[in-house]
């Protein structure tokens, strides 16, 4: 007999360990946090730099300087090299040239230097005719109209420049979206612990009341039908706890997504010892600063700030149109010089050539249609940041509208639960004095337990308000991102 006992002993032993080892390759051992509840400040320090929706989204300013860079590749020095020779006719000669140009960030300009040299027999006409030594090279080019003021090249860094900005308030609407979901995945995450911890008391109680019962029984004081319906409910609160239980591990693992390692980012179900007796206070908010947060959330929001930038950007691509429009009219002036003794007897040492060019496309359907193009993109723009402050001011209103409601409703609950509990204590007396049943009991300890879920439920609802009323005025912005 003690050999059998002994087996299942060890049965039993062996699987509660290998149960025990399942449960632990899920949670990642952080053992300095064993006792220490779970703040929200250390959520969102984990978020800010560890979340990596966050730091993909923090990368759109490294895409950003690179099309900065890229742009400003127009301006890159260029060697330009290249030649030609006379493979048959009455002229056998050849030419060949190597040419350094610079853009230049202004104007349009461009400046170039070089070297040519020509060999065999040339017509004296070819401008590429040199001495045996060859000819230094050094010019300008400078557009009067077109291109002037501006030019793609240009248009293209400014735009880019505007780019860069342009990503912070990409990242600001991400960073605040990802701070209100982690802060509601923390306040669940704390209502279904506490919720949890409800259900095991509302349990503990009918199973201490079923071994008081049980001893009523043996004496003849109580029914045996009186412990069967404690049973029961022994029972129904006990899959109350198991469905408390998963509720809970569901929010754990949410959770878990925000609340990461510090090493290696990985995600940590914080354990239920971990989860803090009592909610944060929570003040009513002051019906006066109302109209600053509306005017606060229309400064540091990012929708207006992208829209003016968009507007900026835009305004770029209606100046390039309408340079378009402007005819070509560009100047320049060549300087040549011959190197060496030995040149040709018509060509000066040093000559200097001053050219003019002249172009005008004469419908210019082109530029016009980029022009309609660019105004009516304005114009959608501005209506869209007229319609993006009233719905910013909505936000901010409806937000605070929520923190209100919750709050309130959080008083009503509190109450609520005071009655209960006034009620089960005078129900209680009464079964004591033998006035009353137990189901009448279990009526009064059900609603009570009701009630205290639903001060649980309207705590979390709160601060899941006041998330989104943070998010709503952008409390949250970092000073890097804001304006």
């Given at each position: 007999?003690?050999?059998?006992?002994?087996?299942?002993?060890?049965?039993?032993?062996?699987?509660?360990?290998?149960?025990?080892?399942?449960?632990?390759?899920?949670?990642?051992?952080?053992?300095?946090?064993?006792?220490?509840?779970?703040?929200?400040?250390?959520?969102?320090?984990?978020?800010?730099?560890?979340?990596?929706?966050?730091?993909?989204?923090?990368?759109?300013?490294?895409?950003?300087?690179?099309?900065?860079?890229?742009?400003?590749?127009?301006?890159?020095?260029?060697?330009?090299?290249?030649?030609?020779?006379?493979?048959?006719?009455?002229?056998?000669?050849?030419?060949?040239?190597?040419?350094?140009?610079?853009?230049?960030?202004?104007?349009?300009?461009?400046?170039?230097?070089?070297?040519?040299?020509?060999?065999?027999?040339?017509?004296?006409?070819?401008?590429?005719?040199?001495?045996?030594?060859?000819?230094?090279?050094?010019?300008?080019?400078?557009?009067?109209?077109?291109?002037?003021?501006?030019?793609?090249?240009?248009?293209?860094?400014?735009?880019?420049?505007?780019?860069?900005?342009?990503?912070?308030?990409?990242?600001?609407?991400?960073?605040?979206?990802?701070?209100?979901?982690?802060?509601?995945?923390?306040?669940?995450?704390?209502?279904?612990?506490?919720?949890?911890?409800?259900?095991?008391?509302?349990?503990?109680?009918?199973?201490?009341?079923?071994?008081?019962?049980?001893?009523?029984?043996?004496?003849?004081?109580?029914?045996?039908?009186?412990?069967?319906?404690?049973?029961?409910?022994?029972?129904?609160?006990?899959?109350?706890?198991?469905?408390?239980?998963?509720?809970?591990?569901?929010?754990?693992?949410?959770?878990?997504?925000?609340?990461?390692?510090?090493?290696?980012?990985?995600?940590?179900?914080?354990?239920?010892?971990?989860?803090?007796?009592?909610?944060?206070?929570?003040?009513?908010?002051?019906?006066?600063?109302?109209?600053?947060?509306?005017?606060?959330?229309?400064?540091?929001?990012?929708?207006?700030?992208?829209?003016?930038?968009?507007?900026?950007?835009?305004?770029?691509?209606?100046?390039?149109?309408?340079?378009?429009?402007?005819?070509?009219?560009?100047?320049?002036?060549?300087?040549?010089?011959?190197?060496?003794?030995?040149?040709?007897?018509?060509?000066?040492?040093?000559?200097?050539?001053?050219?003019?060019?002249?172009?005008?496309?004469?419908?210019?359907?082109?530029?016009?249609?980029?022009?309609?193009?660019?105004?009516?993109t304005i114009e959608r723009l501005n209506n869209d940041k007229r319609f993006a402050r009233d719905r910013i001011a909505a936000d901010v209103r409806d937000a605070y509208s929520a923190v209100i409601a919750a709050h309130d409703a959080l008083k009503m609950t509190r109450r609520n639960v005071e009655l209960a509990r006034q009620l089960e204590t005078a129900e209680n007396e009464r079964l004591k004095q033998g006035a009353t049943d137990l189901l009448a009991l279990q009526i009064r300890e059900q609603a009570t337990f009701d009630g205290q879920v639903l001060e649980v439920e309207a705590q979390a609802d709160y601060f899941r308000a006041q998330a989104n009323y943070r998010a709503a005025i952008a409390a949250d912005?970092?000073?890097?991102?804001?304006?």
């Amino acid at each position: 007999m003690m050999t059998v006992l002994s087996s299942r002993f060890s049965v039993r032993g062996y699987r509660f360990a290998v149960l025990a080892l399942l449960i632990s390759s899920f949670v990642i051992p952080h053992s300095s946090f064993a006792a220490k509840p779970l703040l929200l400040p250390e959520v969102l320090a984990s978020v800010q730099t560890q979340y990596p929706p966050y730091l993909a989204a923090l990368i759109e300013q490294d895409i950003a300087n690179g099309r900065v860079r890229q742009a400003m590749g127009a301006f890159d020095l260029n060697l330009n090299s290249g030649g030609s020779m006379n493979l048959a006719g009455y002229y056998d000669g050849s030419t060949g040239y190597a040419m350094m140009e610079q853009p230049l960030p202004f104007w349009g300009g461009s400046v170039y230097g070089g070297y040519r040299l020509s060999s065999g027999f040339l017509p004296n006409y070819n401008k590429d005719r040199t001495g045996v030594d060859g000819e230094g090279v050094l010019g300008f080019r400078l557009p009067l109209l077109r291109d002037g003021t501006i030019d793609r090249r240009r248009a293209s860094l400014w735009q880019a420049q505007i780019d860069q900005e342009l990503a912070d308030p990409i990242i600001l609407r991400q960073y605040l979206d990802f701070i209100r979901a982690a802060t509601i995945s923390y306040y669940t995450w704390v209502a279904a612990g506490q919720r949890l911890a409800l259900a095991e008391e509302l349990l503990r109680i009918a199973k201490d009341r079923d071994s008081a019962i049980a001893e009523q029984v043996k004496k003849g004081a109580s029914a045996p039908i009186v412990q069967i319906d404690n049973q029961r409910l022994v029972v129904s609160r006990e899959i109350a706890v198991v469905q408390a239980l998963r509720r809970f591990q569901a929010s754990s693992i949410e959770l878990s997504l925000y609340y990461r390692t510090r090493e290696q980012a990985e995600p940590i179900i914080a354990q239920r010892e971990r989860v803090p007796a009592a909610f944060p206070p929570h003040p009513r908010p002051d019906a006066a600063q109302l109209t600053a947060d509306i005017a606060k959330a229309a400064v540091f929001r990012p929708e207006i700030r992208r829209i003016e930038l968009l507007v900026e950007k835009t305004e770029i691509d209606r100046k390039l149109a309408k340079n378009y429009l402007l005819p070509n009219l560009d100047v320049g002036i060549e300087a040549g010089q011959f190197l060496g003794g030995n040149r040709p007897r018509d060509i000066e040492r040093n000559e200097i050539e001053a050219k003019i060019e002249f172009k005008l496309p004469l419908q210019r359907r082109e530029a016009k249609g980029r022009i309609d193009i660019a105004a009516a993109t304005i114009e959608r723009l501005n209506n869209d940041k007229r319609f993006a402050r009233d719905r910013i001011a909505a936000d901010v209103r409806d937000a605070y509208s929520a923190v209100i409601a919750a709050h309130d409703a959080l008083k009503m609950t509190r109450r609520n639960v005071e009655l209960a509990r006034q009620l089960e204590t005078a129900e209680n007396e009464r079964l004591k004095q033998g006035a009353t049943d137990l189901l009448a009991l279990q009526i009064r300890e059900q609603a009570t337990f009701d009630g205290q879920v639903l001060e649980v439920e309207a705590q979390a609802d709160y601060f899941r308000a006041q998330a989104n009323y943070r998010a709503a005025i952008a409390a949250d912005a970092p000073a890097s991102l804001s304006r």
